[in-house]
T-cell receptor, first 113, second 109 residues
Framework: NAGVTQTPKFQVLKTGQSMTLQCAQDMNHEYMSWYRQDPGMGLRLIHYSVGAGITDQGEVPNGYNVSRSTTEDFPLRLLSAAPSQTSVYFC????????????FGPGTRLTVL | RKEVEQDPGPFNVPEGATVAFNCTYSNSASQSFFWYRQDCRKEPKLLMSVYSSGNEDGRFTAQLNRASQYISLLIRDSKLSDSATYLCAVMDSSYKLIFGSGTRLLVRP
């Protein structure tokens, strides 16, 4: 098993550009989520999904879209990048939404100029 | 007010010390509780889940106090390798897993 994979590892964008951060898991996990981590802020939940076809907003959803068309993939879209979106983005998955262990991907470091 | 709050530290302790972290949560409907460990510039990894009756894993003990809405983590006989950031996480009734901002631990020789 590859676990949770994220691409790219690093990305630099200009303000206003759009891009998609990819997240995939091969563990047949139902629950997937996206977090951003900024210095001193801990992990903040952006969007999450309890299963294919179902997504919901987290703590800081503005400026981000997600979809969950398959169990394996949970891409995060930045529609119009802003410098405030400079952060480290982590994708996570767990077997279910019932308090199982979250497995995190290695993160994507995004800089918006 | 954040839903999950932690003292950011850093806690600077000598090897062999016992150190305790607390984490408070505001949503009384929260149903699952966890401690994660994060090393510098790495992804968080589960340290332990926190059960109502309390649980222990080697040198680590986690406790939950629902009445006062906090969870705690006790580390006994600290090792240099315990130096990391410890994140508490709380899952609410709508399946959002919310993290605290983390407590940094430095164990010195």
């Amino acid at each position: 098993n590859a676990g949770v994979t994220q691409t790219p590892k690093f990305q630099v964008l200009k303000t206003g550009q759009s891009m998609t951060l990819q997240c995939a898991q091969d563990m047949n996990h139902e629950y997937m989520s996206w977090y951003r981590q900024d210095p001193g802020m801990g992990l903040r939940l952006i969007h999450y999904s309890v299963g294919a076809g179902i997504t919901d907003q987290g703590e800081v959803p503005n400026g981000y879209n997600v979809s969950r068309s398959t169990t394996e993939d949970f891409p995060l879209r930045l529609l119009s990048a802003a410098p405030s979106q400079t952060s480290v983005y982590f994708c996570a998955s767990s077997y279910s939404s019932s308090g199982d262990t979250q497995y995190f991907g290695p993160g994507t470091r995004l800089t918006v100029l | 007010r954040k839903e999950v709050e932690q003292d950011p530290g850093p806690f600077n302790v000598p090897e062999g010390a016992t150190v305790a972290f607390n984490c408070t949560y505001s949503n009384s409907a929260s149903q699952s509780f966890f401690w994660y460990r994060q090393d510098c510039r790495k992804e968080p990894k589960l340290l332990m889940s926190v059960y109502s009756s309390g649980n222990e894993d080697g040198r680590f003990t986690a406790q939950l106090n629902r009445a006062s809405q906090y969870i705690s983590l006790l580390i006994r006989d600290s090792k240099l390798s315990d130096s990391a950031t410890y994140l508490c996480a709380v899952m609410d009734s709508s399946y959002k897993l919310i993290f605290g901002s983390g407590t940094r631990l430095l164990v010195r020789p």
